[in-house]
């Protein structure tokens, strides 16, 4: 089994209080689920945690990293951030940051799906 996929699997494990919890492979990488919502990416063996506006600051603070690659000759970097190496070492660590990661994505899932108002063209 390829190294990824032992982290992912370790990862999961982690994560087993998360009722449907299941990962899928993305871009050399994987991405985490709670049923649908996506919040958490694995690539090279680094958990990454979806942040926004008010979990960022929590983020920078311990100087975490968001994640970045290489795309068309620039380098995007998303949401998503290092997770704090004690998730690794402390289950409620785990639970703390797990859960701002998935308040940060279903905030950013609920914006997504608001239907913006028709202008009257007339």
Do not use: C
């Amino acid at each position: 089994m390829p190294r990824d996929n032992e982290f992912v699997s370790y990862v999961l494990d982690q994560m087993a209080f998360l009722h449907g919890l299941h990962a899928r492979a993305m871009f050399g990488g994987h991405g985490l689920y709670q049923d649908e919502v996506f919040f958490a990416i694995i690539v090279d063996d680094m958990l990454y945690l979806k942040a926004n506006d008010a979990t960022r600051a929590d983020f920078e603070a311990k100087g975490l990293s968001p994640f970045s690659y290489a795309a068309r000759g620039k380098t995007m970097t998303m949401q998503y951030y290092e997770a704090p190496a004690e998730v690794f070492e402390d289950a409620d660590a785990m639970r703390l940051w797990t859960n701002k990661a998935l308040q940060a994505a279903l905030m950013s899932k609920a914006r997504k799906s608001k239907v913006k108002p028709i202008s009257d063209a007339s």
